[in-house]
């Protein structure tokens, strides 16, 4: 069974300097049937204004993934960290006890285009961690590539959740395949392009669920820049 989460139906609001799409529900926005895929809780389409951003505020036993499509996202964190992250590179922060961040577009002229994930996490009261790791290389593969996993191996982010995430960003038509267990829920987005997932016919924006089925067949075109979630 695949349910197709159209782009349209999306929650959305724009502050002026930040324009946001939201695929579940998030401050404002409340869809019953859209609270949540399994464990994965929000997945915010943003863009921010140059020289804006969301100040300093706290998070709490959430696992929150940024992902940048276009332009950087200057980060700064109460555990000290202070980064730029760019395309091709996978934030993760994990809130657990308690945390507290900014997060800014330091362009003086171009906004910043990106997703915010947040994944609850396996257990909660864990220690506040953070990490960011770059997959250019990888990505230049024009392959999915997976780049977060619970354990964190060969050199991927690591998650507190039983929870796999992949991106593909590719110039070139491709075609992957993934076999489904019978345990496992899989979430698609679709940033970029255009992509076919089994036969579903998906454009930039949106979503599906994918479960019970034994395999998903994917068939992407040109110049398409999606993620997709195995998850509990």
Not at 55 to 69: A, F, K, L, P, V
Not at 137 to 163: C, F, P, R
């Amino acid at each position: 069974m695949i349910i197709l989460r159209k782009s349209l139906d999306r929650g959305h609001a724009n502050h002026g300097w930040l324009d946001s799409y939201h695929t579940f529900s998030f401050a404002d926005y409340y869809d019953p049937n859209y609270m949540n895929c399994s464990i994965l809780r929000v997945i915010n389409e943003d863009k921010i204004d140059a020289g804006t951003g969301f100040g300093t505020h706290g998070h709490q036993e959430m696992e929150i993934i940024t992902y940048i499509i276009e332009g950087a996202l200057e980060h700064k964190d109460s555990m000290g960290n202070q980064t730029i992250i760019k395309p091709g590179e996978v934030q993760r922060m994990s809130a657990g006890t308690g945390i507290k961040h900014s997060e800014y577009n330091p362009s003086i002229d171009l906004h910043v285009h990106l997703l915010q994930i947040w994944l609850l996490p396996e257990k909660k009261a864990i220690t506040p961690s953070y990490e960011q790791k770059s997959f250019t290389e990888a990505l230049l593969t024009n392959k999915l590539v997976l780049v977060a996993s619970k354990d964190g191996l060969e050199n991927l982010v690591s998650i507190n959740q039983d929870v796999k995430m992949y991106a593909c960003k590719s110039k070139i038509s491709g075609v992957e395949k993934l076999t489904i267990t019978s345990n496992r829920t899989f979430w698609i987005q679709l940033i970029k392009g255009s992509l076919s997932a089994n036969d579903l016919h998906m454009k930039p924006g949106d979503g599906a669920t994918v479960k019970n089925e034994e395999f998903l067949q994917l068939i992407w075109q040109p110049e398409s820049e999606f993620i997709i979630f195995d998850l509990p």
